[in-house]
């Protein structure tokens, strides 16, 4: 039984090692990126064509709102939305989703704040390097 036990324990093992790397092929072949305020210094490695969704933090109803500050034509944006994480609550959290197409090779940053008119509360910076 400790034998087929390990057997198992094994091949749950196996399969979740293939399923990962299917995952992040799958990431990787349809040129689909998630970038989060967590990844903020690291360079993401795309190539052009690529859509990139960067999802900020945020709080739509104290009137601050995340801008991309500057694409430098080496993004246009495709959309912009906000998901909600709480449900039915004034000021409840929620997450800025822009989705990017990278349209120019070479390395980039774009720069992103958390503003209400000129008052910045924060950045957030996104490093690419497009191929």
């Known amino acids: 039984m400790a034998k087929f ?28 990126w998630v970038f989060t305020e967590k ?35 080496v993004a246009k944006t495709k959309q912009t939305r906000f998901e909600l994480l709480e449900k039915g609550q004034p000021g409840a959290r929620a997450a800025q989703v822009f989705q990017l197409v990278i349209v120019k090779a070479g390395q980039h940053e774009l720069p992103f704040s958390y503003r209400r008119g000129e008052e910045v509360a924060r950045t957030c910076t996104l490093r690419l390097d497009a191929r």
Request: hydrophobic share 45%; net charge positive.
């Open 5 to 32: 036990a390990r057997w198992n324990e094994k091949v749950l093992l196996l399969l979740g090692c293939v399923l990962t790397l299917a995952l992040a092929q799958h990431a990787q072949e349809h040129g689909r």
């Open 39 to 73: 990844d903020a210094g690291k360079t993401l490695k795309v190539s052009v064509g690529d859509t990139v969704v960067v999802k900020l933090p945020a709080i739509p109803g104290n009137g601050y709102v995340w801008h991309l500050a500057s694409a430098d034509g």
